[in-house]
Protein backbone atom coordinates (compact mmCIF):
# COMPACT_ATOMS: atom_id res chain seq x y z
CA UNK A 1 0.00 0.00 0.00
CA UNK A 2 1.77 3.38 -1.12
CA UNK A 3 0.95 6.50 1.57
CA UNK A 4 1.86 10.19 1.42
CA UNK A 5 3.86 11.19 3.75
CA UNK A 6 4.80 14.39 5.01
CA UNK A 7 7.49 15.67 7.08
CA UNK A 8 10.25 18.33 8.00
CA UNK A 9 13.77 18.55 7.73
CA UNK A 10 14.43 19.36 11.02
CA UNK A 11 16.98 16.60 12.42
CA UNK A 12 14.56 15.36 14.84
CA UNK A 13 11.90 14.12 12.02
CA UNK A 14 14.70 13.23 9.68
CA UNK A 15 16.09 10.96 12.99
CA UNK A 16 12.75 9.57 13.50
CA UNK A 17 11.34 8.56 9.67
CA UNK A 18 15.17 7.25 8.12
CA UNK A 19 14.52 3.60 9.26
CA UNK A 20 10.66 3.50 7.76
CA UNK A 21 11.11 5.64 4.50
CA UNK A 22 14.87 3.77 3.50
CA UNK A 23 13.14 0.21 4.47
CA UNK A 24 15.65 -0.80 7.33
CA UNK A 25 12.87 -1.53 9.18
CA UNK A 26 10.06 -3.92 8.16
CA UNK A 27 6.94 -1.19 6.64
CA UNK A 28 4.33 -4.12 6.90
CA UNK A 29 3.76 -3.82 3.07
CA UNK A 30 3.79 -0.14 3.53
CA UNK A 31 5.41 2.12 1.14
CA UNK A 32 5.76 5.95 1.24
CA UNK A 33 5.65 8.85 -1.26
CA UNK A 34 7.57 11.84 0.77
CA UNK A 35 6.40 15.32 1.29
CA UNK A 36 9.90 17.18 2.88
CA UNK A 37 8.69 20.88 3.78
CA UNK A 38 8.52 23.51 6.60
CA UNK A 39 6.09 22.54 9.09
CA UNK A 40 3.94 25.53 8.50
CA UNK A 41 4.06 24.15 5.10
CA UNK A 42 2.56 20.65 5.90
CA UNK A 43 0.04 22.40 8.37
CA UNK A 44 -1.27 23.90 5.08
CA UNK A 45 -1.13 20.61 3.05
CA UNK A 46 -3.48 18.89 6.18
CA UNK A 47 -5.56 21.69 5.46
CA UNK A 48 -6.49 20.63 1.94
CA UNK A 49 -7.23 16.57 3.38
CA UNK A 50 -4.68 15.59 0.98
CA UNK A 51 -2.41 13.58 2.83
CA UNK A 52 -2.30 10.74 4.59
CA UNK A 53 0.16 10.64 7.24
CA UNK A 54 1.93 14.32 8.54
CA UNK A 55 3.72 15.81 11.00
CA UNK A 56 1.68 18.46 12.33
CA UNK A 57 1.46 21.03 14.70
CA UNK A 58 -0.60 20.85 17.21
CA UNK A 59 -2.54 24.03 17.02
CA UNK A 60 -3.51 23.39 13.03
CA UNK A 61 -4.03 19.90 14.35
CA UNK A 62 -7.01 21.62 15.49
CA UNK A 63 -8.46 23.03 12.37
CA UNK A 64 -7.87 19.62 10.85
CA UNK A 65 -9.19 16.84 13.64
CA UNK A 66 -12.47 15.84 12.01
CA UNK A 67 -9.99 14.42 8.83
CA UNK A 68 -7.05 13.51 10.88
CA UNK A 69 -6.26 11.50 14.17
CA UNK A 70 -2.79 11.78 15.80
CA UNK A 71 -0.52 8.65 16.53
CA UNK A 72 1.07 7.99 19.47
CA UNK A 73 4.36 7.49 18.36
CA UNK A 74 6.25 10.60 16.43
CA UNK A 75 5.07 13.04 18.58
CA UNK A 76 7.91 16.34 19.92
CA UNK A 77 6.63 16.60 23.57
CA UNK A 78 8.97 17.58 26.22
CA UNK A 79 10.34 19.62 28.89
CA UNK A 80 12.92 23.03 28.28
CA UNK A 81 12.25 22.96 24.68
CA UNK A 82 9.49 25.42 24.10
CA UNK A 83 9.89 28.43 21.94
CA UNK A 84 11.26 31.56 22.66
CA UNK A 85 10.74 35.27 22.28
CA UNK A 86 13.83 37.08 21.61
CA UNK A 87 15.10 40.75 20.48
CA UNK A 88 17.75 42.77 19.87
CA UNK A 89 17.66 44.81 22.98
CA UNK A 90 15.54 44.42 26.19
CA UNK A 91 11.89 44.64 26.49
CA UNK A 92 10.18 44.09 29.10
CA UNK A 93 7.30 41.28 29.34
CA UNK A 94 4.65 44.16 29.73
CA UNK A 95 5.83 45.07 26.89
CA UNK A 96 4.84 42.42 24.69
CA UNK A 97 1.14 42.86 23.56
CA UNK A 98 2.55 46.05 21.60
CA UNK A 99 5.50 44.43 19.75
CA UNK A 100 5.80 43.68 16.37
CA UNK A 101 6.42 40.24 16.15
CA UNK A 102 7.96 37.79 13.66
CA UNK A 103 6.40 34.27 14.23
CA UNK A 104 6.81 30.92 12.49
CA UNK A 105 3.57 30.77 10.73
CA UNK A 106 -0.16 31.27 12.12
CA UNK A 107 -1.24 27.75 12.79
CA UNK A 108 2.63 26.67 14.62
CA UNK A 109 2.35 25.49 18.09
CA UNK A 110 4.68 28.40 19.23
CA UNK A 111 2.08 31.20 17.60
CA UNK A 112 -0.73 29.17 19.63
CA UNK A 113 1.70 29.62 23.22
CA UNK A 114 2.38 33.31 22.42
CA UNK A 115 -1.10 33.88 22.35
CA UNK A 116 -1.91 31.70 25.74
CA UNK A 117 0.64 33.88 27.22
CA UNK A 118 -0.14 37.22 25.75
CA UNK A 119 -3.79 36.80 24.49
CA UNK A 120 -3.64 40.34 23.26
CA UNK A 121 -0.60 40.43 21.09
CA UNK A 122 -2.39 41.07 17.53
CA UNK A 123 0.56 42.83 15.91
CA UNK A 124 2.31 39.49 14.31
CA UNK A 125 4.30 38.89 10.78
CA UNK A 126 4.69 35.53 9.43
CA UNK A 127 8.33 34.12 8.14
CA UNK A 128 9.57 31.19 7.88
CA UNK A 129 11.50 29.90 10.63
CA UNK A 130 14.79 30.05 9.61
CA UNK A 131 14.07 33.86 8.24
CA UNK A 132 13.00 35.41 11.90
CA UNK A 133 16.65 36.31 13.20
CA UNK A 134 17.41 38.21 10.14
CA UNK A 135 13.99 39.80 10.43
CA UNK A 136 14.69 41.15 14.15
CA UNK A 137 18.49 41.96 13.32
CA UNK A 138 17.03 44.32 10.61
CA UNK A 139 14.49 45.91 12.05
CA UNK A 140 11.63 44.82 10.28
CA UNK A 141 9.99 43.72 13.69
CA UNK A 142 10.21 44.29 17.20
CA UNK A 143 10.76 40.73 18.53
CA UNK A 144 10.74 37.44 16.77
CA UNK A 145 9.12 33.97 17.88
CA UNK A 146 11.99 31.50 17.24
CA UNK A 147 11.98 27.00 16.94
CA UNK A 148 13.88 24.56 16.40
CA UNK A 149 17.69 24.83 16.37
CA UNK A 150 17.51 28.68 16.94
CA UNK A 151 17.54 28.13 20.54
CA UNK A 152 20.71 26.72 20.49
CA UNK A 153 22.46 29.67 18.74
CA UNK A 154 20.40 32.89 19.25
CA UNK A 155 22.85 34.41 21.96
CA UNK A 156 25.57 33.89 20.08
CA UNK A 157 24.10 35.96 17.65
CA UNK A 158 23.97 39.15 20.26
CA UNK A 159 20.10 38.08 20.75
CA UNK A 160 18.40 39.05 24.05
CA UNK A 161 15.82 36.70 25.27
CA UNK A 162 12.27 37.98 26.31
CA UNK A 163 10.45 35.09 27.69
CA UNK A 164 10.87 31.30 26.88
CA UNK A 165 6.93 30.21 26.45
CA UNK A 166 8.02 26.47 27.28
CA UNK A 167 8.99 27.70 31.10
CA UNK A 168 5.75 29.84 30.86
CA UNK A 169 3.67 26.44 29.73
CA UNK A 170 5.68 24.55 32.31
CA UNK A 171 4.85 26.84 35.13
CA UNK A 172 1.18 26.42 33.93
CA UNK A 173 0.33 23.94 33.89
CA UNK A 174 3.25 21.17 35.41
CA UNK A 175 2.84 19.41 32.14
CA UNK A 176 5.17 18.69 28.69
CA UNK A 177 5.14 21.35 26.52
CA UNK A 178 3.14 19.75 23.49
CA UNK A 179 4.60 20.94 19.77
CA UNK A 180 3.71 18.48 17.35
CA UNK A 181 2.63 15.04 16.43
CA UNK A 182 2.14 13.16 13.70
CA UNK A 183 -1.27 13.29 12.32
CA UNK A 184 -2.96 10.32 10.17
CA UNK A 185 -5.92 10.60 7.72
CA UNK A 186 -9.29 9.13 8.97
CA UNK A 187 -10.04 8.07 5.72
CA UNK A 188 -7.52 5.31 6.67
CA UNK A 189 -9.08 1.80 8.31
CA UNK A 190 -7.95 1.22 11.91
CA UNK A 191 -6.15 -1.77 11.18
CA UNK A 192 -3.86 0.83 9.08
CA UNK A 193 -3.57 3.19 11.59
CA UNK A 194 -2.68 1.00 13.94
CA UNK A 195 0.30 -0.06 11.30
CA UNK A 196 1.18 3.20 10.32
CA UNK A 197 1.72 3.63 14.61
CA UNK A 198 3.90 0.19 14.86
CA UNK A 199 6.45 1.10 11.80
CA UNK A 200 6.47 4.73 13.30
CA UNK A 201 7.62 3.33 16.51
CA UNK A 202 9.95 0.58 15.28
CA UNK A 203 11.74 3.00 13.62
CA UNK A 204 12.46 5.36 16.53
CA UNK A 205 13.50 2.64 18.68
CA UNK A 206 15.77 1.45 15.24
CA UNK A 207 17.29 5.29 15.34
CA UNK A 208 18.11 4.86 19.28
CA UNK A 209 19.90 1.72 18.90
CA UNK A 210 21.62 3.11 15.14
CA UNK A 211 22.46 6.40 16.26
CA UNK A 212 25.17 6.30 12.91
CA UNK A 213 22.77 5.03 10.84
CA UNK A 214 20.60 7.86 10.48
CA UNK A 215 23.10 10.57 10.14
CA UNK A 216 23.65 10.55 6.20
CA UNK A 217 20.07 11.30 6.02
CA UNK A 218 20.20 14.12 8.53
CA UNK A 219 22.77 16.04 7.07
CA UNK A 220 21.25 15.55 3.73
CA UNK A 221 18.87 18.36 5.05
CA UNK A 222 20.88 19.83 7.79
CA UNK A 223 24.01 21.09 5.92
CA UNK A 224 24.24 24.66 7.56
CA UNK A 225 23.44 23.14 11.17
CA UNK A 226 26.79 22.32 13.45
CA UNK A 227 26.73 18.76 14.30
CA UNK A 228 26.94 19.14 17.72
CA UNK A 229 23.41 21.97 17.53
CA UNK A 230 22.30 18.73 15.38
CA UNK A 231 22.55 16.29 17.60
CA UNK A 232 20.99 18.46 20.81
CA UNK A 233 18.11 19.31 18.68
CA UNK A 234 17.81 15.65 18.26
CA UNK A 235 18.56 14.98 22.26
CA UNK A 236 15.83 17.56 22.94
CA UNK A 237 13.28 16.88 20.64
CA UNK A 238 12.86 13.11 20.61
CA UNK A 239 12.27 11.38 23.87
CA UNK A 240 9.77 9.26 25.11
CA UNK A 241 7.10 10.84 23.96
CA UNK A 242 8.27 10.01 20.51
CA UNK A 243 7.78 6.38 21.02
CA UNK A 244 4.34 6.50 22.91
CA UNK A 245 2.19 9.61 24.12
CA UNK A 246 1.52 7.64 27.45
CA UNK A 247 -1.06 8.98 29.25
CA UNK A 248 0.77 12.05 30.42
CA UNK A 249 1.70 13.20 26.70
CA UNK A 250 -2.46 12.79 25.69
CA UNK A 251 -2.95 15.18 28.69
CA UNK A 252 -0.94 17.76 27.65
CA UNK A 253 -2.35 18.03 24.25
CA UNK A 254 -5.91 17.97 25.85
CA UNK A 255 -4.65 20.82 27.99
CA UNK A 256 -3.51 22.84 25.26
CA UNK A 257 -6.92 22.37 23.69
CA UNK A 258 -8.80 23.01 26.71
CA UNK A 259 -6.83 26.40 27.65
CA UNK A 260 -7.17 27.26 24.01
CA UNK A 261 -10.69 26.93 23.58
CA UNK A 262 -11.72 28.52 26.84
CA UNK A 263 -10.01 31.79 25.14
CA UNK A 264 -11.64 31.24 21.94
CA UNK A 265 -8.62 30.49 20.07
CA UNK A 266 -9.30 27.44 18.18
CA UNK A 267 -12.51 25.16 17.39
CA UNK A 268 -14.07 23.24 19.84
CA UNK A 269 -12.18 19.53 19.85
CA UNK A 270 -14.33 16.13 20.46
CA UNK A 271 -12.52 13.50 22.80
CA UNK A 272 -11.60 11.02 19.60
CA UNK A 273 -8.56 12.51 18.04
CA UNK A 274 -6.21 10.09 19.38
CA UNK A 275 -5.92 6.50 17.45
Given at each position: ??L ?8 N ?15 E?L ?24 K????AF ?61 C ?13 Y ?11 E ?55 E ?12 I ?57
Open positions: MNTLGFSTCPDTFIFDAMVHNKVDTGNFSLIMADVEELNREAFNNSIDITISYHAYISKNYKILDAGSALGNNNGPLLISKTKIYSDEISNLKIAIPGKYTTANLLLSIAYPKTRKKEYVFSDIEEAVNNEVDAGLIIHNRFTYQERGFKKIIDLGEFWENKTKLPIPLGGIAVNRNLSENIQQKINRVLQHSIFAYKNPNESLKFKQYAQEIDDNVMLKHIDLYVNKFSIDLGTEGKNAIKKLYSIAENLKLIPKQSEDIFI
